[in-house]
């Protein structure tokens, strides 16, 4: 099972949205899911859990906006995750107290012996594997078959979080839909939202 911990995306540059200004948002009042709604995309062949607390949430969010769920909607909804393994290559800064561990020990042979020198400080090449998290929810204007607005989520998957599932979905969904600027039936934008 796949859970997204990307509840740091709320405050960063981990979500980003993209309406087309094209689109009469005011015309939506009503939605529900495409057929191909499902967490793991074409590759789940079964509703996921993960894939059911998405419906719930993005549900929550839309009718907290106005929307109503219908069985003829306006708009649709899909959406994706998708994880990679992803490594984190830095040099680190770090100090070394045996002063040959220094690239160059020589240069401070003058100190030895006489008084205790600070620590010596190099640079370490530390490599860090981990999971990048992606979620994508897309509305869609159902009569004309065209993406109307996407908003997406990246961060770092957190295994220790998994227990603890229906909350870091949320928190994810509701970070994303806090980039959508409309409510239904209103065809300008409520929040400072760009169009981008």
């Known amino acids: 099972m796949v859970l997204l911990s990307l509840t740091a995306c709320v405050s960063g540059p981990g979500v980003q949205s993209l309406y087309d200004p094209e689109a009469d948002f005011g015309r939506f009042t009503t939605y529900n899911f495409a ?25 929550r969010e839309m009718e907290s906006r106005g929307y109503r769920l219908s069985e003829k909607p306006g708009m649709l909804v899909n959406f994706k995750v998708e994880t990679k393994e992803k490594l984190d290559v830095r040099d ?20 030895f012996g006489f008084y205790d020198p600070w620590p010596y400080y190099t640079y ?10 992606t979620l994508n929810i897309d509305l869609i204007d159902a009569a004309k ?6 908003g997406v ?18 928190k994810a969904v509701a970070a994303v839909f806090a980039k959508y600027p409309f409510i239904a039936g209103q065809s300008a934008p409520v929040t400072p939202e760009k169009k981008n």
């Not at 967490?39 to 859990?49: F, I, V």
């Not at 078959?145 to 996407?150: N, P, S, T």
């Not at 227990?163 to 979905?169: G, I, K, R």
Request: glycine share 6%; aromatic share 16%; hydrophobic share 30%.
């Open 153 to 170: 989520a990246v961060g770092r998957v957190h295994e220790n979080e998994k227990e603890d599932m229906p909350e870091q979905v949320s």
């Open 92 to 111: 680190a800064h770090v100090m070394r107290p045996d002063p040959f561990f220094y690239p160059y020990p020589y240069y401070y042979a003058y100190r």
């Open 145 to 150: 078959k065209q993406l109307i607005w996407e």
């Open 124 to 133: 370490e090449t530390r490599v860090v594997q981990y999971t990048e998290g």
């Open 35 to 59: 057929p191909e709604a499902k967490a793991g995309g074409a590759d789940e062949k079964y509703t996921s859990l993960l894939t059911k607390q998405l419906k719930y949430s993005i549900s």
